[in-house]
């Protein structure tokens, strides 16, 4: 058995251990666990992913809580692992939870935590981040001016597409999805900070139709397919499920626009990611914008080669407030499992648990299986 051999103990006299496969930032999540009388167990290894072995030899004998990553494998072998050593609780430190087993976590009565709405709008930032590099190519045009091939302006230099006026299609209208649609709107309310936001499409609608322009307009499509026929971005936000497996296919992609902008900021197996790089090949107006990948962290043949993919190593989530954030919510969802706390009431509403200027609310902030543990609600 590959046994973790880099440990980094806190308070080592603490009560419940409390075990986190892997350094995460900021401090606030470990003071705490340490203020509740938990041993802090952070694993510091060097190996990017650690595998069911690995942490099966952290669990060891006595562990009232994990906190783990989502590069890891949480199923039957670790929850059995992790019941017999005591432990009541996991939680990913992420939103998605795609990696874990949650029958298998009910199995065994330990409740499963995740992150969700600390993420939204940092996700969505990159989201759009994405979309606009896309259409103005600007990795593309990085590379040139750093190979030195920039010997002057010319009309038909690195020329993309213009954003404004094209329809922006929504996959996964979740808290990211809906923030990402909402972004686009005040990208465009800005030049107008005077617009009330009562009602922030239809105001701004009033306002482009009384300076005789084309209102900003929104519709529910009826299929996925309207979607994908019509939009010119597509920024996809779905969970990743069984329905949402290869959504993005062979066929899908013919469906787009040739010179639609594709963004995937969910996870890498919403697109079948050989179909993509065929469509790459043989659409060199078609673009996408990846954050993640179906073999991650490895991308499929050829992808690499592609001028018209931009593709970044899975830092939707990565600004420092938001990472700090996910720590401490994913630390108090182990927490408020091992002393028994109440589940936060609102999982998209956790500001109170990351205010570091207040104690946080004796609550566990998100638990996705508390109804089949029968877990009790916050009345906070
Ligand atoms: N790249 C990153 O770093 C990063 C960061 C945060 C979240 N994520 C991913 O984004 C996902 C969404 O996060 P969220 O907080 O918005 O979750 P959410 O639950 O609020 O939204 C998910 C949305 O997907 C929709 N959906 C489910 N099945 C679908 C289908 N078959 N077709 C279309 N839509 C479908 C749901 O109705 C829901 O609106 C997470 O599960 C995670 O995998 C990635
Ligand atoms: O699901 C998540 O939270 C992300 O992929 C990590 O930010």
């Given at each position: 058995?590959?046994?973790?051999?880099?440990?980094?103990?806190?308070?080592?006299?603490?009560?419940?251990?409390?075990?986190?496969?892997?350094?995460?930032?900021?401090?606030?999540?470990?003071?705490?666990?340490?203020?509740?009388?938990?041993?802090?167990?952070?694993?510091?290894?060097?190996?990017?992913?650690?595998?069911?072995?690995?942490?099966?030899?952290?669990?060891?004998?006595?562990?009232?809580?994990?906190?783990?990553?989502?590069?890891?494998?949480?199923?039957?072998?670790?929850?059995?692992?992790?019941?017999?050593?005591?432990?009541?609780?996991?939680?990913?430190?992420?939103?998605?939870?795609?990696?874990?087993?949650?029958?298998?976590?009910?199995?065994?009565?330990?409740?499963?935590?995740?992150?969700?709405?600390?993420?939204?709008?940092?996700?969505?930032?990159?989201?759009?981040?994405?979309?606009?590099?896309?259409?103005?190519?600007?990795?593309?045009?990085?590379?040139?001016?750093?190979?030195?091939?920039?010997?002057g302006w010319l009309p038909n230099l690195f020329v993309g597409n213009l954003l404004k006026g094209q329809t922006v299609g929504v996959i996964g209208a979740g808290r990211i999805g809906s923030a990402y649609a909402r972004m686009m709107q005040v990208i465009l309310l800005s030049k107008s900070p005077d617009v009330v936001f009562s009602s922030i499409l239809g105001t701004y609608g009033q306002f482009l139709k009384a300076n005789g322009e084309q209102p900003v307009t929104w519709k529910r499509a009826s299929s996925m397919d309207e979607v994908l026929r019509e939009a010119d971005v597509i920024s996809l936000h779905p969970v990743l499920d069984k329905t949402t497996y290869h959504l993005i296919n062979k066929e899908r992609l013919a469906t787009m626009k040739k010179e639609a902008i594709l963004v995937n900021c969910s996870r890498g197996p919403v697109i079948d990611e050989v179909a993509l790089v065929e469509h790459l090949k043989q659409n060199p107006m078609f673009r996408v914008g990846l954050d993640v990948f179906e073999d991650e962290p490895y991308m499929k043949p050829g992808l690499s080669e592609m001028k018209n993919a931009i593709v970044v190593p899975h830092i939707a989530s990565a600004s420092k407030w938001t990472r700090e954030g996910m720590a401490t919510l994913a630390a108090l969802n182990v927490l408020g499992k091992i002393k028994g706390y109440p589940i936060w009431g609102n999982p998209n509403q956790v500001e109170p648990f990351l205010n570091e200027n207040a104690q946080p609310p004796a609550a566990s902030p998100s638990i996705v299986n508390s109804k089949a543990l029968g877990l009790p609600v916050s009345r906070l």
């Open positions: 058995m590959a046994k973790p051999v880099s440990i980094e103990v806190w308070n080592p006299n603490g009560k419940y251990r409390v075990v986190s496969t892997k350094p995460m930032p900021g401090t606030r999540w470990i003071n705490l666990l340490i203020e509740q009388d938990c041993r802090v167990e952070i694993c510091t290894q060097k190996k990017t992913i650690l595998s069911v072995e690995d942490i099966i030899a952290l669990i060891g004998d006595k562990c009232d809580g994990v906190i783990g990553q989502l590069t890891e494998d949480w199923g039957e072998t670790l929850f059995a692992a992790l019941s017999r050593a005591g432990g009541k609780a996991f939680s990913n430190m992420a939103v998605g939870y795609n990696n874990v087993d949650v029958n298998a976590a009910n199995k065994y009565g330990i409740a499963v935590g995740n992150t969700p709405g600390v993420l939204t709008e940092t996700t969505a930032e990159l989201a759009a981040s994405l979309s606009l590099a896309a259409a103005r190519r600007i990795v593309e045009a990085d590379e040139f001016m750093r190979a030195g091939l920039y010997d």
